[in-house]
T-cell receptor, first 116, second 112 residues
Framework: SAVISQKPSRDICQRGTSLTIQCQVDSQVTMMFWYRQQPGQSLTLIAT?????????ESGFVIDKFPISRPNLTFSTLTVSNMSPEDSSIYLC?????????????FGEGSWLTVV | GENVEQHPSTLSVQEGDSAVIKCTYSDSASNYFPWYKQELGKRPQLIIDIRSNVGEKKDQRIAVTLNKTAKHFSLHITETQPEDSAVYFCAARYSSASKIIFGSGTRLSIRP
């Protein structure tokens, strides 16, 4: 399975500020995704990070609020802009990896953000 | 639209009994169905998955079944143990963009 490193692992952020989360994978992967998990909720897909082009955002998420970079096949960043308490969540990077039976999805450790 | 429904939202079973969690999906072209276990304060961990070319898969005490006609799949945990207590998420890959959509989660509690 792919090894996915995410940082920061945790942070407390001031309202109105922005924070960039980094995701590093130990091998080249085609598909990288960013998810948000609000307290007590399921995982919601924010966007697909496309290498060399603009990310594909899901309904309800916009580039101005969640800009994403994907400069190569092993790295991506997600920025949470102009944060409010409603942005307090776990943000998870995930990648599609290959196993003997086909493709599967793995998650990073997550970045636990609290906005005060 | 893209949707995965999961039931029940909470489940409490006696230790040693079986637990079953059910999910339905909306895209008939979906071809990959993973299940994740999330313990408190941790990331989701893949515990088992099934692809559309098989109807059942088993790994020790965990099994997953898939009914493509009815567009539903289920997780079965037998001989439950205290360490099985966690939140379980089903998911489905939507073929239109290879993205994974998650169910709402089931909080499983094992009673001693």
């Amino acid at each position: 399975s792919a090894v996915i490193s995410q940082k920061p692992s945790r942070d407390i952020c001031q309202r109105g500020t922005s924070l960039t989360i980094q995701c590093q994978v130990d091998s080249q992967v085609t598909m990288m995704f960013w998810y948000r998990q609000q307290p007590g909720q399921s995982l919601t897909l924010i966007a697909t990070a496309n290498q060399g082009s603009e990310a594909t955002y899901e309904s309800g998420f916009v580039i101005d609020k969640f800009p994403i970079s994907r400069p190569n096949l092993t790295f991506s960043t997600l920025t949470v802009s102009n944060m409010s308490p409603e942005d307090s969540s776990i943000y998870l990077c995930s990648v599609e990896g290959r196993v003997s039976t086909g493709a599967t999805i793995y998650f990073g450790e997550g970045s636990w953000l609290t906005v005060v | 639209g893209e949707n995965v429904e999961q039931h029940p939202s909470t489940l409490s079973v006696q230790e040693g009994d079986s637990a079953v969690i059910k999910c339905t999906y909306s895209d008939s072209a979906s071809n990959y169905f993973p299940w994740y276990k999330q313990e408190l304060g941790k990331r989701p961990q893949l515990i088992i998955d099934i692809r559309s070319n098989v109807g059942e898969k088993k790994d020790q005490r965990i099994a997953v079944t898939l009914n493509k006609t009815a567009k539903h799949f289920s997780l079965h945990i037998t001989e439950t143990q205290p360490e099985d207590s966690a939140v379980y998420f089903c998911a489905a890959r939507y073929s239109s963009a290879s993205k994974i959509i998650f169910g709402s989660g089931t909080r499983l509690s094992i009673r001693p």
